[in-house]
T-cell receptor
Framework: LAKTTQPISMDSYEGQEVNITCSHN???????ITWYQQFPSQGPRFIIQ???TKVTNEVASLFIPADRKSSTLSLPRVSLSDTAVYYC?????????????FGAGTRLFVKA | GAGVSQSPRYKVAKRGQDVALRCDPI?????LFWYQQALGQGPEFLTY????????KSGLPSDRFFAERPEGSVSTLKIQRTQQEDSAVYLC?????????????FGDGTRLSIL
């Protein structure tokens, strides 16, 4: 099963761009990379998902190099409300099932 | 409803009691996941259903934990003879299909406290 490694925490200021990198050296051919955001007392919320190259939606961009052994979540112009824990996941499909492995996540703290 | 709903939101039980936690997934979602999240940690996978079939229960910590999804929609996680180490937030998530590559939609969890 592919394990992910992320920085434990990051600090930023309002209006800055934040890039969080995740390592997943053992990613399998069929695995997608998915990022979630979690606020206290809430369940994780889907941010973005990709397989290769670059994906962009209304809230973030995801950059995946050709070897797919890492990925970078980019949050443009963060605000105080982006303070949360961000998880990088790599799908692990096993026989007949699907086991998801969350790491400890990256705690992003946005300051005024 | 539009999202995944979990009940109760909070549950307090005495050590040794049995508890049952309910998850209402998004209508039509094939896959359903249960996770356990300790304070300050990421969610830990417990079990996975595809429709009514429990295809992966490798994350259940002991035989005191039991999950079911008899009609392929609502799911219940049951914990028998609760212990203090069972105190955690239990999260449920559903996803559209069984490929494993669709995003998971999470409920806000049940916070279980064992006294």
């Amino acid at each position: 099963l592919a394990k992910t490694t992320q920085p434990i925490s990051m600090d930023s200021y309002e209006g800055q761009e934040v890039n969080i990198t995740c390592s997943h050296n053992n990613i399998a051919t069929n695995d997608y990379i998915t990022w979630y955001q979690q606020f206290p007392s809430q369940g994780p919320r889907f941010i973005i998902q990709g397989y290769k190259t670059k994906v962009t939606n209304e809230v973030a961009s995801l950059f995946i190099p050709a070897d797919r052994k890492s990925s970078t979540l980019s949050l443009p112009r963060v605000s105080l409300s982006d303070t949360a824990v961000y998880y990088c996941l790599v799908g692990a499909r096993n026989t007949g099932g699907f086991k998801t492995i969350f790491g400890a996540g990256t705690r992003l703290f946005v300051k005024a | 409803g539009a999202g995944v709903s979990q009940s109760p939101r909070y549950k307090v039980a005495k050590r040794g009691q049995d508890v049952a936690l309910r998850c209402d997934p998004i209508s039509g979602h094939v896959s359903l996941f249960w996770y356990q999240q300790a304070l300050g940690q990421g969610p830990e996978f417990l079990t996975y259903f595809q429709n009514e079939a429990q295809l992966d229960k490798s994350g259940l910590p002991s035989d005191r934990f039991f999950a079911e999804r008899p009609e392929g929609s609502v799911s219940t996680l049951k914990i028998q003879r609760t212990q203090q180490e069972d105190s955690a937030v239990y999260l449920c998530a559903s996803s559209l299909d069984g490929t494993g590559n669709q995003p998971q939609h999470f409920g806000d969890g049940t916070r279980l406290s064992i006294l």
